[in-house]
């Protein structure tokens, strides 16, 4: 029979990784693949619910490298061949102010992997054009409009897919930058010394916190530093603007990988 052996401790590995405490739901997958597979499903999820009681969804979709693998695999996944594309309004969370031929576009990336390979008609297709010296005004008149067409109380954004900086930024809103405190304007410029070049237009605050879902997607050990900071409350919004998404009637969620996540 088994008899531990006291001389010799038991090998040690590494814990798993909690759940960090963050607002909101959390969820954690051990991988970047099964991460990604969650939140398809929530958005895909959401994206059936909203078109059965409004007959269209409002989903609005961040840049950055993150979002990648789930952009792809929403197209070519069977499981989400579904999708109500047809029925789909597409936003753009924040958009660097460069031309849209530019690889720094964030709307090139999703013009190439979700638009040219989808059946979404091009007028739900919303770009913000953001080299244009108006393009946040412009913006912000098309989400007005186009949300007030839904009835009253559901003229909001259904899905909003947002990432997180090593600094704490969501969408482009950057630590002590200018944006962070718009209290009333949808979609603003946003520039100055706080804001990692090129200049943005980014979604604010007083939008985002009216979404239905707003889901954050964080992966990679490099980001885990950030979601300990973020855990901790270690500053406010001027210091971890990713604190500024506190939904008034709709749900914040985290979904981290386990690299992602503080250990300890
Ligand atoms: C952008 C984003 C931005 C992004 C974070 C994380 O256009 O860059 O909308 O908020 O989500 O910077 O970027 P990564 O996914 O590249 O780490």
């Known amino acids: 029979m088994f008899e531990p052996d006291p001389?010799?401790?038991?090998?040690?590995?590494?814990?798993?990784?909690?759940?960090?405490?963050?607002?909101?739901?959390?969820?954690?997958?051990?991988?970047?693949?099964?991460?990604?597979?969650?939140?398809?499903?929530?958005?895909?999820?959401?994206?059936?619910?909203?078109?059965?009681?409004?007959?269209?969804?409002?989903?609005?979709l961040s840049g950055g490298?993150?979002?990648?693998?789930?952009?792809?695999?929403?197209?070519?996944?069977?499981?989400?061949?579904?999708?109500?594309?047809?029925?789909?309004?597409?936003?753009?969370?924040?958009?660097?102010?460069?031309?849209?031929?530019?690889?720094?576009?964030?709307?090139?990336?999703?013009?190439?992997?979700?638009v040219e390979h989808s059946d979404?008609?091009?007028?739900?297709?919303?770009?913000?054009?953001?080299?244009?010296p108006d393009a946040d005004i412009r913006y912000e008149r098309e989400l007005r409009e186009t949300l007030a067409e839904r009835e009253k109380g559901h003229d909001r954004l259904d899905f909003v897919l947002l990432g997180m900086g090593d600094d704490a930024h969501t969408a482009s809103l950057f630590p002590r930058s200018r944006a962070l405190r718009e209290d009333e304007r949808f979609y603003v410029a946003n520039d100055g010394a706080n804001v990692t070049?090129?200049?943005?237009?980014?979604?604010?605050?007083?939008?985002?916190?009216?979404?239905?879902?707003?889901?954050?997607?964080?992966?990679?050990?490099?980001?885990?530093?950030?979601?300990?900071?973020?855990a901790r409350r270690e500053g406010g919004v001027q210091d971890l603007p990713v604190l500024g998404l506190k939904p008034l009637a709709g749900e914040l969620r985290w979904y981290l990988d386990e690299d992602a996540c503080p250990r300890g």
Request: net charge neutral; glycine share 2%.
């Open 120 to 132: 979404i008609p091009p007028s739900q297709v919303h770009p913000t054009h953001a080299h244009e």
């Open 7 to 60: 001389d010799r401790p038991p090998y040690e590995m590494e814990p798993a990784p909690q759940p960090p405490n963050l607002p909101g739901a959390v969820v954690v997958r051990p991988t970047v693949d099964e991460l990604v597979d969650a939140v398809a499903a929530d958005l895909f999820a959401q994206a059936k619910a909203c078109v059965r009681a409004f007959g269209d969804f409002h989903l609005a």
């Open 197 to 230: 070049p090129p200049d943005r237009v980014t979604m604010t605050f007083p939008l985002l916190n009216t979404a239905r879902t707003l889901a954050v997607l964080v992966t990679g050990q490099k980001k885990r530093g950030t979601i300990a900071r973020v």
């Open 65 to 114: 490298s993150t979002p990648e693998p789930l952009y792809k695999r929403l197209m070519y996944d069977p499981a989400y061949r579904e999708l109500p594309w047809k029925r789909t309004h597409l936003w753009i969370v924040d958009e660097r102010r460069v031309p849209e031929d530019d690889e720094r576009s964030n709307f090139r990336m999703i013009r190439e992997l979700i």
